[in-house]
């Protein structure tokens, strides 16, 4: 019979409360996000009348030219949600090649609908499914990326605000393109809080940045907002290159357990390249010129914003004082739990002293320097790239914002839980000399 160590079976209670918890934070999620309704969109209809691509590429194994034109429906999203969508409701046996994507965004869902611009009740309703199994699936994510860095506590305080958020409760049961991009974000994100952290002195590993990249290439196959977190980790890999190259300078206290710089850097080439050739595969329209096209789709969404503003100038933004204010207002303040429940912004005021927090503690690449250079990118990006408001523009930065709110709770916690024990080991202290002179005391009478 093997030896089993005494720090075994504590071990083992560990996994099985993490576990436990990890359960419990899916089953909320599932009983508010996962059941939230939400209005029809007129997005959901292009989404949806364009999810045939599916069809094409994974049924009739068809990559040819002529099956992926250059035209608007393959150059103003990625492919990733529609293969989500088509893929589950070809599973469930529902007929949806005909759908149109022309959606007419100037009349009401059910005239488009009418019209054959919109699809059925039970279309829409069966292809939010997956959708709402995405949020959860998120839910759990964001808890493991908050987990990582700030413990148990902060995660669960994270995951549950997002579970209670009124406002990602309307956006990520829709059938569109933002529930598949935070989950591969957040699965990105957490992957590469452990890559870096697993790696300590050293580079994260080879298998880490694989999986990175892959899941990096998924979320901008989703959304191309993700070209922030390809940018994030470029950021991180100079960084770490430029402290390397610093280090002899430095004292050893500093850079005592920083990771390598040269390979860090290589490390992160190499995860933006696999992301890369990650999305370039998930889409046959970037065949035929993959650098090219990429490009065109990052000039299109900018066209297509600015078309937007033309066509509906009171959702222009026409400053970056007015884009800092409606990040700000919609990301932190309005429709968060504690806002819609208690009228306060007390996640603002958290999200605020946990950036403070991190920024403190990021000044070495380490993985708190990988999660500053991702919130700050996201905020930043969307705050400048915002040209056009539509709602669910700030779900990236929403996330973000509860990523920074369960820091402040989770080393909130902490430090509160250490400085209680220094106090009562204190107190213990000066009791132990008091207990012993009263019993010379009365061994004297």
Do not use: C
């Not at 099956?67 to 949806?96: K, V």
């Not at 959606?103 to 609908?113: A, E, G, L, T």
């Amino acid at each position: 019979m093997p030896h089993q160590t005494p720090g075994m079976p504590r071990q083992r209670w560990r996994i099985l409360a993490e576990l436990v918890l990890v359960l419990a934070i899916a089953t909320v999620a599932s009983l508010t996000i996962a059941r939230a309704p939400a209005k029809q969109a007129g997005d959901e209809a292009n989404w949806l009348g364009t999810a045939r691509f599916f069809l094409v590429l994974f049924v009739r194994h068809d990559v040819s030219a002529d099956s992926w034109p250059d035209t608007h429906w393959t150059r103003t999203q990625p492919m990733i949600p529609r293969y989500i969508m088509g893929g589950w409701l070809w599973a469930r046996g529902y007929d949806y090649e005909g759908l149109d994507p022309d959606y007419d965004h100037r009349r009401k869902w059910f005239s488009n609908q009418a019209e054959g611009k919109a699809p059925s009740d039970a279309v829409l309703t069966e292809a939010r499914i997956p959708m709402r199994a995405l949020s959860v699936v998120a839910a759990v994510l964001l808890y493991g990326v908050v987990r990582v860095m700030a413990g148990p506590v902060g995660g669960a305080a994270a995951a549950l605000l997002y579970s209670g958020s009124p406002y990602l409760a309307l956006h990520l049961v829709r059938a569109m393109g933002e529930p598949p991009f935070v989950v591969f974000l957040l699965a990105t994100l957490l992957v590469s809080l452990v890559a870096v952290k697993r790696g300590g002195s050293h580079a994260p590993s080879v298998l880490w940045g694989v999986l990175a990249g892959v899941l990096l290439g998924l979320a901008l196959a989703s959304k191309l907002t993700a070209v922030i977190a390809i940018l994030a980790i470029l950021l991180w890999g100079a960084w770490a290159l430029l402290a390397g190259t610093l280090a002899g300078r430095l004292p050893v206290s500093w850079t005592a357990g920083q990771p390598s710089g040269r390979r860090s850097f290589v490390w992160a080439i190499g995860v933006v390249a696999l992301a890369f050739v990650t999305f370039v595969l998930t889409n046959p329209f970037l065949y035929r010129d993959p650098i090219g096209r990429t490009a065109l789709l990052f000039q299109n969404r900018q066209t297509e914003m600015a078309a937007q503003a033309e066509i509906d100038p009171s959702r222009a933004v026409t400053g970056l004082s007015q884009s800092l204010k409606l990040v700000w207002t919609n990301s932190l303040v309005e429709h968060t739990w504690t806002d819609s429940r208690l009228h306060l912004p007390i996640e603002a005021a958290l999200a605020v002293v946990g950036a403070l927090w991190l920024l403190a503690r990021a000044v070495r690449p380490g993985p708190e320097t990988m999660l500053l250079l991702w919130v700050l990118g996201f905020f930043g990006g969307v705050t400048v790239g915002l040209g056009y408001v539509l709602d669910h523009y700030f779900v990236p930065t929403a996330i973000m914002g509860l990523v920074l709110t369960g820091l402040t709770i989770g080393w909130g916690t902490r430090v509160a839980w250490s400085t209680a024990q220094r106090v009562r080991n204190r107190q213990r202290q000066l009791a132990a000399p008091a207990e012993g002179s009263g019993r010379v005391a009365v061994g004297a009478s």
